[in-house]
């Protein structure tokens, strides 16, 4: 059944284009799709009970590494900086299979879930051991989770130059090969979709300057959007001035990487012009404030990116760097961050949510999703504001000042994913149960 009525929520926050609020209100869901906001809607199909609650718009992750949610704290990549992180990473991520990579994404977007994500993007870039794009689709797909996975890419191995182990990276042509078949075979580009597929070499520093230019060309032949990582950190810059001789921005420029179809990852050390160039094209960003601090790379300029008009979203990024996947909880470190570097006023609970929610659908071309209004999908995070979390608020609705890290329950496309607190699409015991035996094996054959 996708048709429910949301009701009598204390407040729904609808992230609509004037950001109304609405007190003791409805949403009502027909086959997935949102047909209206108001006050005493009918009844159509199932109720669920939102009094006591606070409703928004499902939470969007614009950036996630999911397979890493096997290698969460590993003790030799703790305290690293990025390079020397992956470093530490790479040989264990080499032992991965299909299994891993099925389990890993569901514990991935299942701890999404339960904390209020109804859509969410991903970008694996190693396949070793016969692992395919598709082990996480069919993982998204048991979960419930709207999902964008991106087919991403490593090709410039440790024999060649790079960060990678020779058997982490692939050859050029079977990359793109299996780019083409993996959009032919999983990308749905209706309004509905529950899985559009994208392009998303890992970063300048692991792929060709020539696979970046055809990857952008496969890309928009197909119509799917672009993804890699950007400008993450001081390192970052000075390996592209020095390989490149420019800086990141003006080099994804020039292979077509800018455009409403492009995001990138991070985006901690744009400067001014790259920052007035992407607002131009609209080129947009996924904003990972943990990661960023649990790296030390930095704080990204997302005021002045907002400023500039920088379509933004908010990512976890991958729990190898995170090393938590709870997007709420990024989503109060992004309002932080900002105020740690603007002051007090730079940013509020309220737009900090925006740009979790409208923002990160934006980002990732689904303008139906991220707003709770008539002919918007029926995506829906329900918050209960009667627990400790919020007792003794004066603004319950002020989420992340103080409020649940976890959602009471959620709907994404009409269907109900998390229940008081639970997931009812899987075995949640049971799957952590196999993601720690299959991290207990990795550890033990290091
Ligand atoms: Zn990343």
């Given at each position: 059944m996708t048709t429910v009525l949301i009701q009598n929520a204390d407040v729904v926050l609808t992230m609509d284009d004037t950001r109304r609020a609405l007190h003791g209100a409805d949403v009502q869901i027909e086959n997935g799709q949102i047909t209206e906001v108001g006050h005493g809607l009918t009844p159509l199909g199932d109720v669920i009970n939102a009094a006591g609650c606070v409703v928004t718009p499902g939470l969007v992750n614009t950036h996630h590494h999911l397979y890493q949610t096997l290698t969460r704290a590993v003790p030799g990549g703790q305290d690293a900086l990025l390079f020397g992180w992956l470093q530490t990473l790479y040989p264990i991520w080499a032992r991965f299979t299909p299994d891993h990579m099925f389990t890993s994404a569901q514990i991935g977007l299942a701890e999404l879930a339960l904390s209020g994500c109804t859509l969410s993007s991903d970008h694996l870039y190693l396949y070793p051991n016969g692992a395919r794009l598709e082990d996480t689709i069919h993982a998204a797909s048991e979960v419930g989770l709207r999902f964008q996975p991106t087919r991403g890419a490593m090709?410039?191995?440790?024999?060649?130059?790079?960060?990678?182990?020779?058997?982490?990276?692939?050859?050029?042509?079977?990359?793109?090969?299996?780019?083409?078949?993996?959009?032919d075979a999983f990308h749905d580009a209706s309004p509905n979709s529950m899985c559009r597929v994208g392009v998303a070499?890992?970063?300048?520093?692991?792929?060709?300057?020539?696979?970046?230019?055809?990857?952008?060309?496969?890309?928009?032949?197909?119509?799917?959007?672009?993804?890699?990582h950007l400008a993450e950190n001081d390192e970052d810059i000075a390996?592209?001035?020095?390989k490149f001789g420019k800086r990141p921005?003006?080099?994804?420029?020039?292979?077509?990487?800018?455009?409403?179809?492009v995001w990138h990852a991070h985006c901690v050390k744009l400067d001014a012009s790259e920052i007035a160039m992407f607002a131009e094209t609209k080129t947009g960003i996924a904003h990972c404030p943990c990661s960023n601090c649990r790296l030390g790379s930095g704080i990204a300029p997302v005021r002045a990116l907002r400023d500039a008009g920088v379509p933004t979203g908010l990512g976890v990024d991958g729990s190898a760097s995170n090393d938590a996947g709870n997007l709420v909880a990024e989503a109060r470190q992004a309002m932080l961050l900002q105020r740690v570097a603007n002051g007090?006023?730079?940013?509020?609970?309220?737009?900090a949510l925006e740009i979790a929610t409208r923002g990160g659908a934006d980002v990732l071309g689904r303008p139906e999703c991220g707003r709770l209004q008539t002919g918007a999908r029926g995506d829906v995070a329900i918050w209960d504001v009667s627990g400790i979390e919020s007792a003794g608020s004066w603004d319950p609705a002020a989420l992340l000042l103080a409020g649940p890290t976890t959602v009471k329950h959620l709907v994404v496309e009409g269907r109900q994913i998390v229940r008081d607190g639970h997931m009812v699409t899987m075995d949640l015991e049971k799957t952590v149960q196999t993601q720690n035996r299959l991290a207990r094996q990795l550890r033990d054959a290091l």
């Open positions: 090709s410039i191995g440790e024999s060649d130059g790079g960060l990678p182990p020779d058997s982490l990276v692939e050859r050029e042509a079977d990359i793109l090969n299996d780019c083409i078949r993996v959009i070499p890992c970063s300048p520093f692991s792929v060709s300057t020539e696979l970046m230019r055809d990857a952008a060309i496969l890309a928009r032949d197909k119509g799917v959007m672009m993804h890699t390996y592209s001035l020095e921005g003006q080099y994804a420029q020039d292979l077509g990487w800018t455009g409403p179809d007090a006023d730079a940013m509020s609970a309220g737009e």
